[in-house]
């Protein structure tokens, strides 16, 4: 059984590059998560989707982060342009999602993001 | 503005103890409390979580305490292992919405030594 797949799982690039990550949430999954994580503000919560639509995106930093899912099995988070304290470790979560659902929320493995 | 503030920070154990996490909470709509594992390199896991309708949890070794008056919750670990060396992380979310957006703590870097 696939878990949720994060592609790359390492990135470096420089300063001013566009970056995006990818995501494919567990098969029959309806809500998808994007977060970022550091040691100074631990685990963040980016956007959630549901049926592929955006729910709620408050926590984008900035207007340089972009998020897509275009279908059920995909999604994207751009970074256009990177800058340095954009450096992180990037996670994807899926769950099924609901009213009320108590269904845990499953997590990539992540993707090390590192902006020179 | 952190919602769930969990302690410590780091936490180190010898083999056999009992690792115990705290976390305190400030909104009370919260009604789901999941703890994550999240071991190096790796996303985090459900390990264990609970309503606010039950005092304790308890699944194998690990064990969720929780206080709703206090608004606060932990994790215990019994018998720790060198294996449950990881980053533990306590959460919380409410219902409503079309899914669960979890608040998560600070992290607690544990390590159990042999």
């Known amino acids: 059984d696939a878990g949720v797949i994060q592609s790359p799982r390492h990135e470096v690039t420089e300063m001013g590059q566009e970056v995006t990550l990818r995501c494919k949430p567990i098969?029959?999954?309806?809500?998808l998560f994007w977060y970022r994580q550091t040691m100074m503000r631990g685990l963040e919560l980016l956007i959630y989707f549901n049926n592929n639509v955006p729910i709620d995106d408050s926590g984008m930093p900035e207007d340089r982060f972009s998020a897509k899912m275009p279908n059920a099995s995909f999604s994207t988070l751009k970074i256009q342009p990177s800058e340095p304290r954009d450096s992180a470790v990037y996670f994807c979560a899926s769950s099924l999602g609901g009213l009320g659902s108590n269904q845990p929320q499953h997590f990539g493995d992540g993707t090390r993001l590192s902006i020179l | 503005q952190q919602q769930v503030k969990q302690s410590p920070q780091s936490l180190i154990v010898q083999k056999g103890g009992i690792s115990i996490i705290n976390c305190a909470y400030e909104n009370t709509a919260f009604d789901y409390f999941p703890w994550y594992q999240q071991f190096p390199g790796k996303g985090p896991a459900l390990l264990i979580a609970i309503r606010p309708d039950v005092s304790e949890k308890k699944e194998g070794r690990f064990t969720i305490s929780f206080n709703k008056s206090a608004k606060q919750f932990s994790l215990h670990i019994m018998d720790s292992q060198p294996g449950d060396s990881a980053t533990y992380f306590c959460?919380?979310?409410?219902?409503?919405?079309?899914?669960?957006?979890?608040?998560f703590g600070s992290g607690t870097q544990l390590t159990v030594l042999p």
């Open positions: 959460a919380a979310s409410k219902t409503g919405g079309s899914a669960r957006q979890l608040t």
């Open positions: 098969s029959g999954h309806n809500s």
